[in-house]
């Protein structure tokens, strides 16, 4: 089964406005023929001028997170109708950065799964060991607990439009990637977890990512992996040329 490569950025708490504005402008004719699926996951305050500015075009809007409440006394939170709303198609749930500074569990992670889901958002669920994890054996068993929890109670149907992002959390801004047989090799695992929980027709249509400093000097190799379908890029997404390189790896 050919799966279509995704190639997102996560801007993470970066760009205003007028910055967003200036990147989404000189990204477009960079990427207009690039056979990959484009998406950039932005903050919330800038999704409105990215939708304005992406209508047309090929690059679809993600949110970096939904609320799992419709609604309500949730303080700081956006609901997945207010992301909606503003025509946002996709959203990053359960990044490492998520997990390590703001509390998120795979409990958390699982109910905005829920949440994005019967909404219609499309989901990118994020997973991935620390460094103290990987050295210690315990990459499998790590990735084993969040992939089962993020999807704790989802169907087969459901889970089957779910893109997964495979970020080892060593490798996220430090420059630092997992080589190409490390990542093919620990995506093939959690292919082979969803596998176990949903049947290998699933498995083998679900899109998996590679995240953690991919950039245009490497994302050819870890592309041509059978298993990786795709990455979701942090710094490299803040610049317009280099994003493009990384979407246009099979240029
Ligand atoms: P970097 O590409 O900056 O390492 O970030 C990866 C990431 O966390 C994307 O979600």
């Given at each position: 089964m050919s799966r279509r490569p995704i190639i997102a950025g996560n801007w993470k708490m970066n760009m205003t406005r007028a910055q967003a504005t200036e990147l989404i402008t000189a990204l477009k004719p960079l990427v207009k023929d690039a056979a990959a699926e484009v998406v950039i996951c932005v903050p919330y305050t800038d999704i409105d001028t990215a939708v304005a500015l992406c209508k047309g075009s090929n690059i679809k809007v993600g949110a970096e997170n939904v609320a799992w409440a419709e609604k309500g006394a949730f303080t700081g939170e956006i609901s997945a109708d207010m992301l909606l709303e503003l025509g946002t198609e996709y959203v990053i749930i359960g990044h490492s950065e998520r997990r390590q500074y703001f509390g998120e569990t795979d409990a958390s992670v699982n109910a905005r799964l829920k949440t994005a889901i019967a909404k219609g958002l499309k989901p990118i669920v994020c997973v991935g060991e620390t460094l103290e994890e990987r050295e210690s054996g315990k990459t499998d068993d790590v990735l084993k607990t969040q992939v089962t929890g993020a999807f704790d109670g989802i169907s087969a149907a459901d889970a089957a439009d779910v893109v997964i992002a495979y970020e080892p959390v060593w490798a996220i801004g430090t420059g630092k990637t997992a080589t190409s047989e490390q990542a093919e090799e620990t995506i093939a695992g959690i292919r082979a977890e969803v596998k176990a929980l949903y049947g290998a027709e699933v498995a083998e249509g679900m899109r998996i990512q590679y995240g953690g400093s991919m950039n245009p000097k490497n994302v050819k190799e870890l592309m041509a992996?059978?298993?990786?379908?795709?990455g979701l890029i942090g710094g490299a997404s803040l610049k317009a040329v280099d994003f493009s390189q990384v979407v246009n790896y099979d240029a």
């Open positions: 992996q059978p298993d990786i379908d795709g």
